[in-house]
């Protein structure tokens, strides 16, 4: 069975720092590009931070600077490093797994609550 497990979302005040961790079981997790979605009240969502399995990394010009993808593929894990934090990241943030070879093979974790606010 496929699992995706975020944690480590909460509450923070603005210009604060939040460290998101996904854990993967029941994938080859070296085979997959993992990435970070986000999905704020009314909106569509979005992609936060993605790194292919072989470390690439990319992101959206409103987190560049500020967000850093990681993963560990001995412990099954990745993480996203979340500093200078802003109310508008204020959302749900999932973790996704997307095979890199095989199309269509993809899955999503619950999701894990980041609100950002004084």
């Known amino acids: 069975q496929v699992q995706l497990v975020e944690s480590g979302g909460g509450l923070v005040q603005p210009g604060g720092s939040l460290r998101l961790s996904c854990a993967a079981s029941?994938?080859?997790?070296?085979?997959?590009?993992m990435a970070w979605y986000r999905q704020a009240p009314g909106k569509s969502r979005e992609l936060v931070a993605r790194?292919?399995?072989?470390?690439?990394?990319n992101y959206p010009n409103s987190v560049k600077g500020r967000f850093t993808i990681s993963r560990d593929n001995a412990k099954n894990m990745v993480y996203l490093q979340m500093n200078s934090l802003k109310p508008d990241d204020t959302a749900v943030y999932s973790c996704y797994a997307d095979h890199s070879i095989v199309p269509m093979r993809t899955y999503w974790g619950q999701g894990t609550q980041v609100t950002v606010s004084s």
């Open positions: 029941g994938i080859a997790f070296s085979l997959y590009d």
């Open positions: 790194i292919t399995r072989g470390g690439s990394t």
